[in-house]
């Protein structure tokens, strides 16, 4: 089951049946798609992305990154992409605070509200507004205690070079900030 898919339709109160009306998909083959038992074709998955704000890509990573993953899987950097509305449409390697398939559609703030994500999701909107890369140490405080990032951040843009959004990676400098 794609249960990560279920939890955004139903993040915007979203039936199956207005999904796929939407999407130009039958309602029997939308729910096989979520249920997992039937793999979108790219335009499929491209309209179901489009109706429920999301990335594409989130219903192909798994089949298509092993080598991304196996080389960023363990390591402290988290990529991530937000709308415009500054909601999770894609994360890779979250902080284990987060769960990937719950963050999509979310804001920071809507996850934890403290300085860290208020100071976050500052930084993504400035990208967005004048469409220019930041670069900016944000901490949080997470259950295994506070973290620094050193976040980069910059627009995210459609095939048409128009801003949608913001693409972020952070890497994660706790430990160099203890060493030094």
């Given at each position: 089951?794609?249960?990560?898919?279920?939890?955004?339709?139903?993040?915007?109160?979203?039936?199956?049946?207005?999904?796929?009306?939407?999407?130009?998909?039958?309602?029997?083959?939308?729910?096989?798609?979520?249920?997992?038992?039937?793999?979108?074709?790219?335009?499929?998955?491209?309209?179901?992305?489009?109706?429920?704000?999301?990335?594409?890509?989130?219903?192909?990573?798994?089949?298509?990154?092993?080598?991304?993953?196996?080389?960023?899987?363990?390591?402290?950097?988290?990529?991530?992409?937000?709308?415009?509305?500054?909601?999770?449409?894609?994360?890779?390697?979250?902080?284990?605070?987060?769960?990937?398939?719950?963050?999509?559609?979310?804001?920071?703030?809507?996850?934890?509200?403290?300085?860290?994500?208020?100071?976050?999701?500052?930084?993504?909107?400035?990208?967005?507004?004048?469409?220019?890369?930041?670069?900016?140490?944000?901490?949080?405080?997470?259950?295994?205690?506070?973290?620094?990032?050193?976040?980069?951040?910059?627009?995210?843009?459609?095939?048409?070079?128009?801003?949608?959004?913001?693409?972020?990676?952070?890497?994660?400098?706790?430990?160099?900030?203890?060493?030094s």
């Amino acid at each position: 089951m794609r249960k990560w898919l279920r939890n955004v339709r139903k993040s915007k109160n979203f039936t199956q049946e207005k999904v796929a009306a939407q999407a130009s998909l039958s309602r029997a083959f939308y729910t096989q798609i979520e249920q997992g038992t039937r793999n979108p074709s790219f335009d499929a998955a491209s309209n179901i992305a489009r109706v429920l704000g999301f990335n594409p890509s989130a219903f192909f990573i798994q089949d298509i990154s092993e080598p991304f993953v196996i080389a960023m899987g363990n390591s402290d950097i988290i990529i991530a992409h937000v709308d415009k509305e500054l909601r999770y449409t894609w994360i890779f390697n979250p902080h284990p605070d987060f769960n990937s398939n719950l963050v999509l559609s979310k804001t920071d703030i809507e996850l934890s509200d403290n300085h860290g994500t208020r100071k976050l999701m500052e930084l993504k909107k400035s990208v967005i507004e004048t469409g220019k890369k930041i670069k900016k140490k944000i901490s949080f405080p997470l259950s295994d205690g506070n973290h620094s990032y050193f976040v980069f951040a910059e627009p995210l843009v459609d095939v048409n070079g128009i801003i949608i959004g913001c693409v972020t990676a952070s890497m994660d400098i706790s430990e160099l900030m203890l060493e030094s």
